[in-house]
């Protein structure tokens, strides 16, 4: 069979989408016998009738109607393909790759993916999300192109972006709301949850663990869940827990000593000098959902 063109397809679908031979020669500025003869041409090399005449009208038939959506969904992919390649050669790349640390707010990441996707929406995105140590060894393993890590590993150089604050918290509920003030001493009697660090070399972070007795998870949403089911406390980023402190749902612990806690996130590129125009938007799209994000809470 005689491969049948992009410029023949393109009749078919104008001529069903524009109603008349007439009309989609006005559309494709095309002769209507050009337009005429490519459907034809369809025809023969298929053996598929396309039409048949109903009254003074012809309609698609059942085959028709089929090479028609194919053809519609090759087109559209034809043109992006042609599209991908233009952005290709001007240094938007296919694919991206993103570790992003789960203490940065998911809603300034989602912000700055959609702006991201909706400028250069031929390149796929990945997103890691990672906890403490799993961002800085998809750096060092060459696996991201960009990382958004709370520690910069050797070799890298690190931009401050975000600074998260954390608050210790338990359900209203739980024992420790009982106490007019929390110490330390009793924090140890309860279990502490803690998430998973997602790294294979894992990082001993002591100061954060205050209790033996502790209930480890790999997904934050299900720490903060079991938080919200009383079993335990924990301290959780400022931005992931917010709408349970209003709701109350969760609650802050009265902590007698080192209550609050923060911790400083770095924007870090994989190769800070070689990195490709489409990396350092993303960066720069990261970098503007932060701002944003200080801007519209600081009006609140």
Do not use: C
Not at 108 to 129: G, N, Q
Not at 192 to 211: K, T
């Amino acid at each position: 069979m005689n491969l049948i063109s992009l410029e023949q397809w393109r009749a078919l679908v104008g001529v069903v989408d524009a109603g008349t031979y007439a009309q989609a020669a006005d559309v494709l500025g095309k002769s209507q016998s050009s337009v005429s003869y490519a459907v034809n041409q369809i025809e023969e090399r298929t053996g598929v009738d396309l039409f048949r005449t109903v009254g003074r009208k012809a309609v698609l038939t059942a085959e028709g109607k089929a090479l028609y959506l194919r053809a519609k969904y090759f087109l559209a992919e034809a043109e992006r393909i042609e599209r991908a390649a233009t952005e290709m050669a001007a240094g938007h790349e296919a694919e991206l790759r993103l570790a992003a640390d789960i203490m940065f707010p998911p809603v300034v990441l989602l912000d700055s993916i959609k702006h991201f996707a909706a400028e250069r929406p031929t390149t796929r995105l990945e997103v890691y999300e990672t906890v403490v140590a799993g961002s800085m060894e998809m750096l060092v393993d060459g696996q991201v192109d960009l990382a958004i890590t709370p520690e910069v590993p050797n070799g890298f150089l690190g931009e401050p972006i975000m600074n998260v604050q954390f608050l210790p918290v338990a359900a209203p509920s739980h024992p420790l709301h009982r106490l007019d003030r929390v110490t330390l001493n009793d924090l140890r009697d309860h279990h502490h949850l803690i998430i998973r660090d997602s790294g294979e070399r894992r990082v001993d972070h002591g100061a954060w663990q205050v209790s033996q007795n502790r209930i480890i998870f790999s997904q934050t949403s299900t720490s903060i869940d079991a938080a919200r089911h009383g079993l335990g406390f924990s301290w959780y980023a400022e931005t992931l827990i917010g709408e349970d402190l209003k709701a109350g749902t969760l609650k802050e612990l009265p902590i007698a000593e080192r209550a609050h806690r923060s911790a400083q996130l770095f924007l870090v590129f994989r190769d800070s000098v070689g990195a490709s125009p489409g990396v350092r938007r993303l960066a720069d799209t990261l970098r503007d959902g932060v701002l944003n994000a200080g801007a519209s809470s600081r009006r609140q």
